[in-house]
């Protein structure tokens, strides 16, 4: 439909772009530099994430007047990779894991001489077999992130341990006390007796934060208990900046951007970034006006090299909005 010459609208329309980091992967995946670039890269994306049609323009012979600005980061839960893999072995001081009865005994088999070695009891159809002293045995394992983080909820929730037997999956190996894997008729036999690994939480977050760059930030694996949170790690390290053309018309620390948007909760487990009201959030004391076909773009770096890296451990879904909300004047059709 054609414009009608010589007429135009101004309506209330904020324009928004953002930065999604998809479920299991890291920020890193999405972005290495230490600077977040927002109406730079709009293509390919979804409603959800912009409604610009063009990299730092406006549409068509629009003008833009900006009355404030906002940056909204999603709080939801993330999910964790399978395909990362973490190993007690990739500990560079780790106490290994005593394989022992039930409630933390010894099985009472005194095997532990190889000089003298004692037979085990066989199970039925099965021959006897000659291990050394549960004692000594040690077990290896290799869990996938995503397991090891419902792992350390588990542990969390069950006295600060969990418990597995021989033959579980996620256990590679038992080991003796020369550090030879045990016959394979001997898991079954300890399997018989009753033969747990107890893992406590703290060597759960040592086998996931072994996985260095893989591993999540510390605000991901002890959530909500004074570690800190995402958003706040976010808004607290970061500094944004709005260009228009190629001049700066503010900077400030994040934390000055309230998100005025998204969910919100008094409780220890929910934060947002900002009472969810369009007032919560930072007008500018005079409008920014954008001309036609001039370019803008909002920069969120983070200073810090030692904390960049940590950010961009941070594991998705994240979704981080910058919202320009003001007045567009358009041609009308």
Do not use: C
């Not at 980061?73 to 394989?99: C, T």
């Not at 008094?266 to 930072?282: Q, R, Y």
């Amino acid at each position: 439909m054609a414009l009608v010459q010589g007429i135009r609208e101004k309506v209330h329309l904020p324009i928004y772009d953002s930065l999604q980091v998809e479920p299991e992967k890291q920020l890193r995946d999405v972005e290495r530099s230490s600077t977040l670039k927002f109406f730079v890269n709009v293509q390919n994306k979804t409603k959800l994430e912009t409604n610009l049609q063009s990299a730092s323009l406006l549409p068509h012979y629009n003008t833009f007047e900006a009355r404030a600005m906002r940056v909204v980061i999603s709080d939801l839960r993330p999910e964790f990779s399978e395909e990362v893999v973490g190993s007690a072995e990739k500990l560079e001081e780790f106490e290994e894991f005593d394989v022992t009865g039930p409630d933390g005994e010894d099985l009472g088999l005194d095997l532990s001489t190889p000089t003298n070695p004692v037979v085990v009891p066989p199970l039925p159809n099965n021959p006897p077999a000659a291990i050394s002293s549960t004692q000594y045995l040690t077990a290896n394992f290799e869990i996938d992130l995503k397991t090891l983080m419902e792992l350390l909820k588990e542990a969390r929730d069950n006295e600060g341990a969990i418990e597995f037997g021989v033959n579980d999956e996620e256990v590679v190996e038992v080991l003796d006390a020369n550090d030879q894997e045990i016959p394979d008729a001997a898991y079954d036999l300890l399997d018989a007796r009753g033969a747990v690994i107890e893992v406590t939480v703290a060597d759960l977050e040592a086998m996931i934060l072994a996985l260095k760059d893989k591993a999540p930030p510390l605000e991901q694996v002890r959530a909500n208990d004074g570690a800190g949170n995402v958003i706040s790690k976010l808004i607290y390290n970061t500094v944004t900046t709005f260009y228009v053309g190629e001049k700066v018309m503010i900077e400030m620390p994040t934390w000055n951007f309230p998100g005025g948007a998204g969910a919100w909760s008094l409780a220890s487990k929910s934060l947002s970034h900002g009472e969810p009201s369009p007032l919560a959030t930072f007008r500018f004391a005079e409008p920014i006006f954008i001309d036609k076909q001039q370019n803008f773009r909002v920069e969120i770096e983070v200073p810090d090299a030692e904390v960049l890296k940590d950010i961009q451990k941070i594991y998705g879904p994240l979704f981080i909005w910058v919202v320009l909300d003001g007045y567009m004047t358009r041609g009308v059709q």
